[in-house]
């Protein structure tokens, strides 16, 4: 089977480990992962939530955090830091420096980040194959407003620095109307069995995925059935700042609204979701959603330990079966 998952960072990540758990050996996953939280700092091309799934399939990620590198230092950090360079409010490690400085470096070789992202994962070996969504630069930017006005900020910025307490009034995705899909996205997306959406952000990971032209078209046409995963329970996100940004496109943080956000791709509907897992403690959002034409079930969406996650992504790909055409 062909599965194809969109990812943004540490729930996407998690969640893949978990289906990586219940796929047969002869399953192949293919990965498009969100590249609009990417940053250059210091002269870096830095890619959080590649690195993210990279780091976490590959068994490198520091557990406790979720992004980032297991045993890490931060010699390099405080260096700069002592010339006065910064910022110093990204906690990039000496071993991620690394990670870094290969892919600036190829980049700067000429290889498109695809071609990278593949080389970096030939360490890794995080047994998906790894796609960025895109080749071409796009950066999500988040617009606030301060004391000292009204601007926009990238995305890094409003959640480490800022962390996320003023309002997102907009999300702009920079760049992305004149990204063109990374090869073997569209590809992927028409070949394959089953397609998830992980309980990511839906604005700033998943929604950042779907702004590069042609990939909603290509989600919207697959033959594939299209299950995704509530990142929100509750009312509230599991972690991060989905609340914020999704205030920020005008859809509230409920595990129905969430599922209508995407849309049906029921009868004449021009959505994505086939079918949509919510939590059991929103059973109740179960009618909603399916009044929209989404198959709904709601069963436990903690990813509290790797058998609950695994559970999920079993739920998940059987909720797949049950919608397929
Ligand atoms: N998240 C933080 O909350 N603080 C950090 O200093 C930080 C540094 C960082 C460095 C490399 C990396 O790959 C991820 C990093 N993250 C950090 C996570 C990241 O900001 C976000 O969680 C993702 O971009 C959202 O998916």
New binding site residues.
């Given amino acids: 089977m062909r599965i194809v998952a969109l990812a943004?960072?540490?729930g996407g990540a998690r969640f893949l480990r978990g289906l990586k758990d219940v796929v047969g050996p002869d399953d192949e996953i293919t990965v498009i992962g969100?590249t609009g939280?990417d940053i250059h700092l210091f002269g870096l091309k830095?890619?959080?939530?590649l690195?993210?799934v990279m780091y976490t399939l590959g068994g490198g990620i520091h557990e406790e955090q979720?992004?980032?590198r297991a045993e890490e230092s931060f010699a390099v950090k405080d260096e700069l830091a002592a010339y006065g360079v910064g910022p110093a409010?990204?906690?990039?490690?000496d071993k991620?420096f690394a990670t870094h400085i290969v892919r600036t470096q190829m980049l700067g070789a000429g290889y498109p980040l695809s071609a990278v992202t593949e080389a970096l994962c030939h360490r890794w070996q995080p047994g998906v194959r790894l796609l960025p969504m895109t080749d071409d630069r796009v950066e999500t930017h988040v617009r606030i407003t301060d004391g000292a006005g009204t601007r926009a900020v990238h995305?890094?910025e409003y959640?480490?620095r800022l962390h996320a307490a003023l309002d997102a009034e907009a999300i702009i995705p920079v760049g992305a109307d004149t990204a063109k899909p990374a090869p073997g996205v569209l590809e992927a997306i028409a070949a394959a069995d089953v397609i998830l959406f992980p309980p990511s952000?839906p604005v700033?990971?998943i929604g950042s995925i779907l702004t590069v032209p042609g990939i909603r078209e290509a989600l919207a046409a697959a033959p594939a059935p299209v299950v995704g995963l509530s990142p929100i329970i509750g009312g509230a996100p599991v972690r991060?700042m989905a609340d914020k940004v999704l205030a920020a496109v005008g859809v509230a943080a409920a595990a129905d609204a969430v599922a209508l956000h995407y849309g049906g791709r029921g009868a004449g509907t021009p959505g994505l979701l086939d079918g949509w897992l919510v939590d059991e403690a929103d059973a109740a959002a179960v009618p909603a959603v399916e009044a929209a034409g989404i198959a709904c079930r709601a069963v436990p969406l903690l990813m509290s330990d790797p058998a609950a996650t695994a559970a999920m992504a079993r739920a998940a790909l059987a909720l797949a079966e049950q919608v397929r055409r």
């Fill in positions: 943004g960072g540490i969100n939280d830095v890619c959080p939530d690195d993210t979720g992004w980032g409010w990204f906690g990039l490690g991620d995305f890094q959640w480490v952000n700033v990971s991060g």
